[in-house]
């Protein structure tokens, strides 16, 4: 065993491939449905948004209601190595298959590989989920835009996606989109994508929200024509104490000069 894997081994944080424990307060149907729809039309999908869009409140929704395994891994800076990276993930589809790679070959193989190989690597991780098919697998990477700047992202996920079996349907979620050669399997019908304006909560899913607070639809209609819907702006000020008795616009206005004082219009892409 090399010197740096003995180093993953020695310091692997287990709680990054855990599923968080964070339950929205309302669901959201509307979004749950297009990820479901994804899961027979793609082989994977990106959840795209800035930080507070909701990218990983959806998706931890989504794995409780999905029906299948979920293996999950949050992505870190320190993982842009390839080897650390597919160790990590590695280990999260093991919680559930546990007789993945079983005669210890795609271990190896991470041990030895080298960045110029991540394709290699890419198939033999493919093989080894053929190999070992059971419950269908969801399989979750959260803030891949982490190790954007590794020179072996394009040419593994190019490799991976277009490969996955038919029971396996990843999800990444991330702040920006991943660089232009992936993102163009879309296009290939292999690659679905949520942007931040879908993930905007509609007027319906505001009232949703502000019910669930004892709060009127007066005041979710206010609060989502001020905010554009973003999820972490919408449901912080459904979640502050005292509002519900206040003069609502007064109530929005100094809330977002108090907390958003440069808060910016979601940007349309669509465009």
Known sequence: MNALFMKIQEHFIHE???IPNVAPRTSRPRLLK??????????????????????S???????RHVGRAVAWYKVE??????????????AAVRRQRPSIDAKKALLGLIETVETDQAELLA????????ETRAEPLLIVIEDLHQVYDGDWV?????RLLPLLPADVHVVITCRSLPPTPL?????????????ESELAFTLEEAIALFDTYGL?????????????????????????????????????????????PSLPPTPDFQT
């Not at 729809?37 to 795209?48: G, H, P, Q």
């Not at 198939?123 to 053929?130: D, I, M, N, T």
């Not at 919408?234 to 109530?251: L, Q």
């Open 77 to 90: 800076a320190a993982d842009n190595d390839l080897r650390v990276f597919c160790e990590y993930l590695a």
């Open 216 to 260: 009127s639809e007066k005041h979710a209609r206010a609060a989502w024509n001020e905010t554009n819907g973003r999820a972490a702006t919408i449901a912080e000020f459904a979640a502050t104490p005292g509002r519900a008795g206040r003069a609502v616009a007064d109530d929005i206005l100094s809330f977002r000069h108090s907390r958003f």
């Open 57 to 63: 409140v959806l998706a931890t929704d989504f794995a």
């Open 183 to 195: 993102w163009r399997m879309r296009s290939k019908q292999m690659l679905r994508v949520l942007d």
């Open 123 to 130: 198939e033999a991780f493919v093989f080894q989920l053929s």
């Open 34 to 55: 297009l990820l479901t729809d994804n899961l027979n039309s793609a082989n994977a999908t990106i959840i795209n948004g800035r930080a507070g869009s909701g990218k």
């Open 16 to 18: 990054k491939i855990a």
């Open 154 to 158: 394009v040419s593994f996920f190019r």
